[in-house]
């Protein structure tokens, strides 16, 4: 059985303070290389629960650190790398860095949480629309109300978040790592997306009829293994054409 125990990381708290680890061999093998995943819910893990990240790290036989949590936006998961970066870095790691919609907050005020971040532009475009998930979100964005108008209307451009996706993705492929680049929705039209409009995990989730949306990494357990699978081709010949949404599983209803 998978063990994970929940980590702080108590010297960089602001927002960015979350991770899990699931340590298999670390301590035998403290120089061997990991598998280390940022991103939102599509790359995250739960404990007790199937996510593709863990499947994908048995299949490596490498232990993993996934600093993936539900609803953050780009900078968030950029902010995550550079800690790593800074505190834990190895040269051996397997690095994959998720994409997730660029219209994210890219930070969060005072008492918000970090998987608030999703939340902004719902609360801007769909003001008063009763959904009990969005209570603890709106009831915080709407004590900031005309910060949050006027940082969207006048200061938020999607070209910006663009280009912090050009920049971290020039600094990856400047290490010596093995890494992937995966976009978890169809909106990043960018070189840096080398996939273009033929794959996103949010594919995956839209074959299935968004029957699994509710469930870790929003699609089913039988393409969470399918995807670790193709991954895992990926990291063999680091070529993007092993990921073929025609692979995965439709929605049998």
């Known amino acids: 059985m998978i063990q994970r125990h929940y980590e702080q990381n108590i010297d960089n708290k ?8 699931y340590d298999k061999k670390s301590k035998t093998h403290p120089a061997a290389g990991r598998l280390v995943v940022f991103g939102d819910s599509f790359f995250e893990d739960k404990p007790d629960e199937v996510c593709w990240p863990s499947l994908l790290s048995e299949r490596l036989n490498f232990d993993i650190v996934n600093y993936g949590v539900a609803g953050t936006s780009i900078n968030y998961s950029v902010q995550q790398f550079f800690h790593y970066y800074r505190t834990e870095y190895n040269p051996q790691d397997y690095i994959i860095f998720g994409i997730t919609f660029q219209a994210r907050a890219p930070f969060t005020l005072n008492d918000g ?8 532009l719902s609360y801007l475009t769909e003001p008063g629309e ?3 998930r969005r209570a603890g979100p709106d009831e915080y964005y709407s004590r ?6 006027v940082w969207f209307d006048q200061v938020f451009k999607f070209d910006d978040v663009d280009n912090q996706v050009e920049l971290i993705y020039s600094f990856i492929n400047n290490l010596t790592n093995k890494n992937l680049f995966l976009s978890a929705f169809d909106t990043l039209h960018t070189d840096q997306n080398l996939l273009k409009d033929k794959f996103s995990l949010n594919m995956i989730s839209r074959l299935e009829n968004y029957a699994n949306k509710d469930e870790t990494n929003h699609i089913s357990i039988e393409n969470k293994y399918k995807i670790a699978e193709q ?3 990926y990291f063999e010949k ?5 990921f073929d949404i025609r692979y995965f599983e439709k929605d049998n209803e």
Not at 14 to 21: F, G, K, Q, T, V
Not at 113 to 120: F, G, P, V
């Open 14 to 21: 602001i927002n960015y303070d979350r991770r899990w680890r």
């Open 113 to 120: 949480l970090a998987s608030w971040q999703n939340y902004l």
């Open 130 to 132: 009763s959904v009990d």
């Open 144 to 149: 900031e109300d005309n910060f949050w108008n």
């Open 231 to 233: 991954c895992q081709a």
């Open 238 to 242: 680091l070529d993007y054409s092993v």
